[in-house]
């Protein structure tokens, strides 16, 4: 197989054998990235129109945290968790697309980004607060974000389509396999966000003429038919994904076209860096209280983000061949699944921080909230909504804050553990540790320890400055933790060399004294 054309040399092919162009193309192929039994092609960074894209996902972390910090009860988590899936499976089929395939620049996919674009916004604008999303009679912001998100699905198996009809550049079957594969993961989805879009534009559109009779029988009454279907859509579009591989693995049904694991690992760490700005965004916006627990909670925000922005990194593999999507296929599906829950365990985070500054404001001023009176800007509404409710106690938002910061804590460093052993292996790691595994046993004794501390201590402690200063705490010994089990390691590395020296020694020795020996006869002859 001839090996695949340069970037440069497809330009000026294409710029010899097309007649139309006009300073631009007009449309082009989209041309396989990489191929099977070939190394992998370094790439040192995303394009400009992939950073680009993910701007639009800083407004969705956002957004998304806007949820909880307006209901942090169980209910703002199934919102929370149903807007998620579905939208990052968005950024998910883009990142794997552009992995596999590149496409030089020409009208019709820049015309087709920009359409991508703006049913993205429309998407990420339509995310808002429980109360207006599960108001499907009264507001059409829940209709709107169905039908978003059902447009955004299918431009995405656009993508698959174009390459069904018209190809690409590369390995036709291959390719054509693909595509295939990836449409058919999408129908499913399509059809439940479908269902979702319908069911919501009756809701709403049904009660034309009737809306002021609807509102004062209906009033405060939820509906969550079209969100659970937004959930179901989001999880099967994964479940299907992994099902279908295996399905094809099992079967023995052919290869789908290769990914360029560096391109992946390099979008992933962006994305993460999103995940994590979306922290420190809440941080340092959150409404401002002149006092010293607000500075110890804020403080101790800023330190615990940037400690984990450093445990996440160092715990990547320096070798892309050394990443779960080079080990095995079941190896990069526990990685694609595990990634997602830690993400939204990153936005959760930042969304707990803000509630956290925003109670010392709360606890300061009860009066002041209480009559409506709040001069800390829009986000101190959420406190005020809460209090004045009648039959609502804030001590029950409170544990439900501390809960969702003990819970999103965990969730980071159960999921950096479990990806960490899904990239290295665990016979591999726990092989590692064979020479050395008492001290290894109570490192792993230590780190559960530490996760099931860092659960409980909601149950505990509610007030702000003590559970910031509590997760700094715990972030630091997680380091320390990951520091000794780094440290074990090299000794097992440093013993295993000294074990293959001798062995080499002990070869080469016999042989060193039969040549000696037989140097000697040949003397004494």
């Known amino acids: 197989m001839t090996s695949p054309k340069s970037l440069e040399e497809l330009q000026e092919e294409e710029h010899k054998n097309d007649p139309l162009f006009l300073g631009f193309f007009l449309y ?126 299918l431009l995405s198996m656009g993508r698959e389509m174009e390459l069904l009809l018209v190809g690409g550049a590369g390995d036709k079957e291959l390719i054509s396999s693909t595509a295939s594969f990836g449409a058919r993961s999408k129908i499913f989805p399509v059809l439940l966000i479908s269902a979702a879009t319908i069911y919501t534009g009756v809701q709403y559109f049904g009660n034309d003429g009737h809306r002021d009779l609807a509102s004062t029988t209906t009033k405060g009454s939820a509906d969550d038919t079209a969100i659970y279907l937004l959930l179901a859509a989001g999880l099967s579009s994964t479940a299907l994904f992994i099902a279908n591989i295996l399905y094809r693995r099992w079967r023995n049904i052919g290869r789908s076209i290769p990914i360029n694991v560096t391109f992946a690992i390099h979008r992933c760490g962006e994305w993460i860096l999103l995940m994590m700005g979306e922290t420190v965004l809440s941080l340092l916006i959150a409404p401002y209280h002149f006092s010293a627990g607000y500075y110890v909670t804020f403080v101790a925000g800023i330190f615990t983000i940037m400690m984990l922005e450093y445990t996440h990194f160092r715990s990547e593999p320096d070798d892309p061949d050394h990443h779960a999507w080079r080990r095995s296929v079941y190896a990069s599906f526990r990685f694609f699944s595990l990634f997602q829950i830690y993400s939204a365990a990153l936005i959760s985070l930042g969304a707990s921080y803000d509630l956290l500054l925003e109670e010392h404001s709360a606890d300061e001023n009860n009066k002041r909230w209480l009559f409506g009176e709040g001069e800390d800007g829009i986000l101190d509404s959420f406190f005020n909504r809460w209090l004045a409710s009648p039959g609502v106690d804030l001590q029950y938002y409170k544990q439900n804050i501390a809960h969702l910061f003990s819970g999103s804590l965990t969730v980071i460093f159960l999921c950096l553990d479990l990806i960490m052993m899904n990239h290295y292996g665990w016979k591999q790691r726990w092989h590692q540790c064979s020479r050395y595994r008492r001290r290894a046993i109570y490192l792993v004794i230590l780190r559960c320890i530490l996760l099931i501390a860092t659960a409980i201590m909601g149950f505990f402690v509610t007030t702000p400055w003590i559970l910031s200063m509590l997760g700094f705490a715990v972030v630091l010994l997680q380091i320390a933790a990951r520091l000794l089990f780094s440290t074990i390691k090299q000794q097992y590395e440093e013993a295993s060399q000294r074990e293959q020296n001798v062995k080499s020694a002990n070869h080469v020795e016999p042989i060193v004294e039969e040549v000696e020996s037989q140097e000697k006869e040949v003397q004494e002859r």
């Open 28 to 153: 082009s192929k989209p041309n396989q990235r990489q191929r099977w039994g070939e190394p992998q092609a370094h790439l040192a960074h995303a394009d400009y129109d992939n950073l680009f894209f993910d701007l639009f996902y800083v407004a969705f972390a956002y957004q998304l945290s806007m949820i909880l910090r307006g209901s942090p009860t169980g209910r703002g988590l199934l919102y929370f968790f149903a807007c998620f899936y579905c939208v990052q499976a968005l950024w998910w089929d883009k990142t794997i697309y552009d992995s596999r395939f590149f496409v030089l620049p020409n009208l019709y996919h820049y015309l087709y980004s920009i359409l991508v674009l703006l049913v993205l916004a429309s998407a990420v604008v339509h995310i808002r607060p429980l109360d207006i999303l599960e108001n499907t009679n009264e507001d059409s912001t829940m209709f709107s974000l169905c039908l978003s998100l059902l447009l955004s699905q």
